[in-house]
């Protein structure tokens, strides 16, 4: 073979190394998230309010997802869309003050009064998204005591509420609000990869094909592993999972996803590990919902080292007050900023910013450049990185 040959072929393997990507490792971890790590059940007599059926916690760690229907109480929901409406007047009135929009379009409901915002100042939707503060409704339904009681089927009597939770405000026709296929653990540390995660996914509509509910890869999980990913997906900051990297490491395909449609009052659960995505929103109305998650506390959050996780539920104190107050006065948003403030410039009008940009650019390789990414490399470049 020639040495152009040689470094042909030498080339090619460099480039078909994985390992070359801070966020793989080849590590896998099956016995975290599969049947394994089920913890004992009660018996059917003796279940707590909330609380599941065995079958049906096996079937969540034997597919890796688990649709639950007639949860949450129209009551507990209404408050949530009534913090939503005040969000979404704040930030109307936040960009009517600043010269951004000429109408605070009042005359709007909650599913529709962001789409007319946005029109007229392309971003609202973004920086709604990136709200760094926990609306009261939404502390009382991630410490739902019903939903700690399931909670507590898949990791125990000790839980703890990670930093990453995200309210999606899924706007018609939105690549900003798409977010493509991907594994949770992939937007995390490393350390994320020994650590089993349930999700709770609540949307406060109902939600269906056409508006943009979730979709699933059942038993995507069951390899224990991270896949290789790539960042960013389209116009967004999204990392993305390509069908033959999935096939190749996880063993799965999107051949065999399940689309989920959640009836209002009830949510989607699923873990770290399996490739979900979420569908384009091809109605007339914001499909919103909120994703929060859950650990044993003590593990690895994967925060890379931002914020702690709140505390919610303990063996020795299961109806313990949870300190949302400490918990909120570290604002993610604001921290994930400065976490790459090497390579973001952080401006005076980052109150308007509508680019998102955080540490899992980091682990993955650029393959689409765009207002997000551009911001990161201009920067990264700029730092001689």
């Known amino acids: ?108 409901d909650l599913d529709h009064r962001l789409i007319k915002i946005d029109e007229e100042w392309p971003g609202a939707v973004i920086l709604l998204h990136k709200i760094g503060r926990l609306p009261p409704s939404f502390r009382e339904l991630w410490g739902n005591r019903r939903l700690l009681n399931l909670i507590e089927q898949l990791i125990g009597p000790d839980i703890a509420g990670m930093p990453n939770w995200n309210l999606r405000d899924k706007t018609p026709h939105n690549e900003a609000t798409t977010v493509p296929w991907h594994q949770d653990a992939g937007y995390l540390s490393t350390d994320i990869y020994k650590v089993f995660m349930p999700t709770v996914w609540i949307p406060f509509v109902n939600t269906n094909k056409q508006n943009g509910c979730m979709e699933v890869v059942p038993k995507g999980h069951l390899s224990g592993k991270v896949a290789v990913h790539q960042c960013c997906a389209g116009d967004t900051w999204y990392i993305m999972l390509e069908e033959d990297e999935m096939k190749k490491r996880l063993g799965c395909s999107t051949k065999d996803a399940v689309v989920c449609e959640i009836p209002y009052g009830g949510f989607l659960l699923f873990n770290n590990f399996i490739p979900h995505r979420s569908l384009d929103n091809k109605s007339d109305h914001i499909r919103w919902s909120v994703d929060l998650r859950f650990k044993v506390p003590g593990e690895n959050n994967g925060m890379f080292g931002l914020k702690p996780d709140v505390i919610m539920r303990t063996k020795e104190n299961p109806n313990m007050e949870i300190d949302w107050e400490t918990f909120d006065s570290l604002n993610r948003t604001e921290l994930q900023i400065k976490s790459v403030k090497d390579i973001v410039d952080i401006k005076a009008d980052q109150e308007f910013d509508a680019t998102v940009q955080g540490p899992w650019m980091r682990k993955w390789e650029i393959t689409h450049i765009n207002t997000h990414v551009k911001k990161h490399q201009q920067q990264e470049k700029a730092k001689g990185k």
Do not use: H
């Open 1 to 108: 073979m020639t040495e152009n040959g040689e470094n042909n072929v030498k080339k090619a393997r460099m480039e078909d190394d994985p390992f070359r990507w801070p966020g793989y490792t080849g590590e896998a971890y099956p016995e975290m998230c599969d049947i394994r790590a089920m913890p004992p059940q009660p018996k059917d007599s003796e279940l707590k309010p909330g609380q599941l059926p065995e079958k049906l916690i096996k079937q969540y760690f034997e597919e890796g997802y688990l649709i639950i229907k007639d949860f949450f109480t129209k009551e507990e929901l209404q408050a949530c869309r009534d913090d939503l409406e005040d969000e979404v007047d704040r930030l109307a009135n936040k960009l009517y003050k600043a010269g951004k929009i000429k109408n605070l379009y009042e005359e709007y």
